[in-house]
Structure formats: structure tokens, C-alpha cells
């Protein structure tokens, strides 16, 4: 996903209501064009713009806008790391938090590993993870948590002096991607199919981690969710 595309992506709001003002000012410019006589000779104003130019240069951009919002619109319909956000969100963030606040803890802070590849979701990596979180002074312990509406989950706490320093989730749902990776790989006629297959798993990760973005915000938990990677640097 290059940066445009990313910045799109997250922006979509903005195209929307690009593409809602051009169709109002595309409305507007055609209705001055057609009574342009009219309204020349009874409000005695000359236009200095040429109406028709200005038509074709907005409606130019009104199709470029367009395509833009179809694209995004298609993708985010049929991307499965979209559709994985989306049951991740409601299935698991969303009532893990609920059920904190419940519990009685006040803030609950749960913060999401974001990975570079889907290697580093497979048990070993994992392992390394939660033994690079002991090595930063962090007591893992792995509670069983009953939420409502959901089945029980096993979630990971970071303590730190006998506290609860924040809860921790490897989002092993992105491995279930494999195998749509490999069915994108095997209808390419490349020889470079291991790059392919790099930049189609940094896309679907990338677009996992916005749909989740904007589903946390839509639902007001944005200040309990964080991200941290395998350098854990933001811990």
C-alpha cells in the first residue's frame, strides 16, 4: 500500500465530501450556464469566467474523485483483513474492554502487538515476544476472561510492582490470511513471487490495523488501545 493509497484510505471522509461539494458546484455551474442570458441582462453582471470551462475542468475532477471512492469503497467490501477487523473489534476489543470496566478497572489499557509479517504471530515468535517482555522487567500472567455475549478469552497481563500495567493481545486471527495469500501468489505469473507475496502481506496487515483504527474510534476506545511492535519500544 503506498503512502496516497494509506493516506486515501484512512481519508476516505474527505473524498466523500469532495465529491459531495463538486456534484453541488457541478449543479450550480450548469444552472448559471443555462440562464447566463437571464440573468446577464437582468442583473446587469457580466461573468468574466467561461461557465462551460469551468463545467469541464469540475466535472473533470468530479470523475477523478469518483474512481478514487469506487476504488476505495470496492476494496474495503471485499478485503478480508477488513472483514477479520471487524469480528476482532466486536468479538474480542470491544467486549474484553466492557468487561474490565465491569470488573472495576477504571482505565484498562490493552495494547495490541502490530507485526511486520505473519511469521511473528506463529507460537515460537510468540514465545520470543513474551520472553523480551520478562527481560523488560514485565510479570506475565495469562487470565481467563468471561465476557458477555462472546466466549471466554485467554488475555496476557503486563504486571509491573505487583500492578497491572496494561493487558496484552497477539491478534493470531491475520494468520487465517495465509491461505488467501497463497491463492493471490498462485494466479500471478512472476518469478519475483516471494516480494509479491511480502507486499500483499504488508497490505493486508496494514489494512487490518486501519480498519481497526477507525472501528475503536467510531466506538470511543481509542484511549484504551495501543499498538506496539516487536521492538515493544512503545511499552
Known amino acids: 500500500m503506498t503512502k496516497l493509497t494509506k493516506w486515501f484510505s ?5 473524498i466523500k465530501w469532495s465529491s459531495y461539494i463538486l456534484n453541488t458546484v457541478s449543479i450550480i455551474i450548469v444552472l448559471l450556464w443555462l440562464f447566463k442570458s437571464m440573468i446577464e441582462d437582468n442583473l446587469k453582471i457580466k461573468f468574466i469566467i467561461d461557465l462551460e470551462a469551468l463545467f469541464a475542468v469540475t466535472t473533470g475532477l468530479l470523475v477523478v474523485i ?3 471512492l469506487r476504488k476505495l469503497l470496492k476494496d474495503a467490501e471485499y478485503s478480508p483483513a477488513y472483514a477479520l477487523a471487524v469480528g476482532y473489534v466486536n468479538n474480542f476489543i470491544a467486549p474484553v474492554i466492557t468487561q474490565l470496566k465491569e470488573d472495576g478497572v477504571k482505565n484498562p489499557k490493552l ?17 520470543r515476544v513474551k520472553a523480551d517482555l520478562v527481560h523488560k ?16 478469552r485467554d488475555i496476557l497481563t503486563l504486571n509491573k510492582k505487583a500492578k497491572v500495567h496494561s493487558y ?10 495465509y ?12 518469478t519475483n ?16 490495523y486501519l480498519k481497526i483504527d477507525e472501528l475503536i474510534k467510531s466506538k470511543s476506545l481509542k484511549n484504551n488501545i495501543s499498538y506496539c511492535d516487536r521492538k515493544l519500544s512503545s511499552l
Open 10 to 14: 484512512t481519508n476516505i471522509w474527505i
Open 179 to 190: 491461505g488467501y495469500v497463497d491463492y493471490k501468489i498462485e494466479s500471478k505469473a512472476n
Open 66 to 68: 469518483n474512481q478514487i
Open 111 to 127: 495494547c495490541i502487538y502490530r507485526p511486520f509479517h505473519f511469521d511473528e504471530l506463529t507460537s515460537e515468535n510468540v514465545d
Open 193 to 208: 513471487v516471494e516480494k509479491i507475496k511480502n507486499d500483499l502481506i504488508a497490505d493486508l496487515i496494514e489494512q487490518f
Open 137 to 152: 522487567k514485565y510479570e506475565l500472567t495469562e487470565i481467563n476472561l468471561k465476557l458477555k455475549g462472546a466466549r471466554a
Open 168 to 177: 496484552f493481545d497477539f491478534p493470531n486471527t491475520l494468520l487465517s490470511l
